[in-house]
């Protein structure tokens, strides 16, 4: 029996999601990877054929931590207070990690989604699936109780969260804690008037 690893996936994770908060894409390379990590440039190659494998590898976990408290607080009832949560909890998922919120707040085509392999491409289509298919249920509840559009419905949900965040990350800085309760108290104020 061999020796486990000294250093896992998540290690090699973590590591590529401080350099991209710290340098950018250019930045994550797969010995700057390892050199953060502190392991030998081969251990990167036995989990990761490749940088475009590691790119999407980080790009995928970051997209389903973010989506599993996000989409916990979609399913909460009632429909208005689980809009007003999701809301708020996007601000909060930044505060806590926000070099990863960099991360997503780059996007995938940061992150050069073109050169990742047809199978990670197609993983994150079915996360982005699994997202559009939970806000547009959410958004075709809250219609008729708010007498909103769904564009309306869309600005409180995805777009107000967003840009609250947005200039804190722009400055590598996690949001203040006092803009949790603001998008909460905004998203409320949007849904119901």
Same mark, same amino acid.
């Given at each position: 029996?061999?020796?486990?690893?000294?250093?896992?996936?998540?290690?090699?994770?973590?590591?590529?999601?401080?350099?991209?908060?710290?340098?950018?894409?250019?930045?994550?390379?797969?010995?700057?990877?390892? +050199?953060? !990590?502190?392991?030998?440039?081969? /251990?990167?190659?036995?989990?990761?054929?490749?940088? @475009?494998?590691?790119? &999407? =590898? %980080?790009?995928? +976990?970051? !997209?389903?931590?973010?989506?599993? /408290?996000?989409?916990?607080?979609?399913?909460?009832? @009632?429909?208005?207070? &689980? =809009? %007003?949560?999701?809301?708020?909890?996007?601000?909060?998922?930044?505060?806590?990690?926000?070099?990863?919120?960099?991360?997503?707040?780059?996007?995938?085509?940061?992150?050069?989604?073109?050169?990742?392999?047809?199978?990670?491409?197609?993983?994150?289509?079915?996360?982005?699936?699994?997202?559009?298919?939970?806000?547009?249920?959410?958004?075709?509840?809250?219609?008729?109780?708010?007498?909103?559009?769904?564009?309306?419905?869309?600005?409180?949900?995805?777009?107000?969260?967003?840009?609250?965040?947005?200039?804190?990350?722009?400055?590598?800085?996690?949001?203040?804690?006092?803009?949790?309760?603001?998008?909460?108290?905004?998203?409320?104020?949007?849904?119901?008037?």
């Amino acid at each position: 029996m061999g020796r486990p690893p000294r250093h896992t996936a998540d290690d090699f994770l973590d590591a590529a999601v401080r350099i991209f908060a710290a340098e950018g894409v250019s930045g994550v390379t797969m010995s700057a990877v390892a +050199r953060e !990590v502190g392991a030998p440039s081969g /251990s990167i190659y036995h989990r990761f054929p490749g940088r @475009p494998a590691l790119l &999407a =590898a %980080v790009w995928l +976990r970051t !997209v389903t931590r973010f989506q599993e /408290s996000y989409l916990e607080a979609l399913e909460q009832e @009632p429909v208005t207070e &689980a =809009a %007003v949560e999701a809301a708020a909890q996007v601000v909060r998922w930044c505060r806590v990690h926000p070099a990863e919120a960099k991360l997503l707040y780059g996007g995938d085509s940061a992150l050069r989604v073109g050169d990742w392999s047809a199978e990670d491409r197609a993983r994150v289509e079915v996360a982005d699936r699994r997202l559009e298919t939970a806000i547009t249920k959410v958004v075709r509840r809250l219609r008729p109780l708010t007498g909103r559009s769904t564009d309306e419905l869309m600005l409180a949900l995805v777009d107000l969260p967003y840009a609250a965040v947005r200039r804190h990350l722009d400055r590598g800085e996690a949001p203040p804690p006092r803009i949790v309760d603001l998008v909460a108290k905004t998203t409320r104020i949007l849904l119901t008037g």
